[in-house]
């Protein structure tokens, strides 16, 4: 298991992006405040291994992802605050997004894991 943490809260703004863009913008809990309506916070977790193509992400118990792209931030920035942009089953190319292919978006919820291994 490369990371492991545990969704805290879900902000009001966070389903809209994921239905509007299937993205869901991850941050450690209480690390920036004024994000947190756009957010889904989760407990701070240590990358023990940078993430790479081909890993798989899991979101709560049976949602799993094929990792296509990783941006040039990703690893960076789950090491600093847990900070990383999921992107489902579509293009991107932003340096802090993590791009997954698989079923089809997540209903999450308060206490799910989110690991990638």
């Known amino acids: 298991m490369k990371y ?8 009001s703004l966070a389903p809209n992006f ?3 863009s ?14 947190t309506e756009m957010v889904v916070e989760h407990t701070a977790g240590e990358l023990t291994d940078d993430v790479k193509v081909g890993d798989t992400l899991t979101m709560g118990a049976k949602r ?7 941006g040039e ?12 942009t999921i992107v489902i089953n579509a293009e991107g190319s ?3 997004q993590l791009i997954v292919k698989g079923s ?3 209903r999450l919820n308060l206490g799910d894991k989110i690991t990638i291994e």
């Open 73 to 84: 931030a990703v690893n960076e920035n789950l090491r600093k605050d847990g900070h990383c």
């Open 94 to 96: 932003m340096p802090g």
């Open 4 to 11: 492991d943490v545990t969704i805290t809260n879900i902000g």
């Open 22 to 35: 299937s993205s869901i913008i991850l941050l450690d809990e209480g690390v920036r405040p004024n994000l």
């Open 18 to 20: 994921l239905e509007n």
């Open 64 to 70: 799993k992802y094929k990792v296509v792209s990783v």
């Open 104 to 106: 089809l978006p997540p």
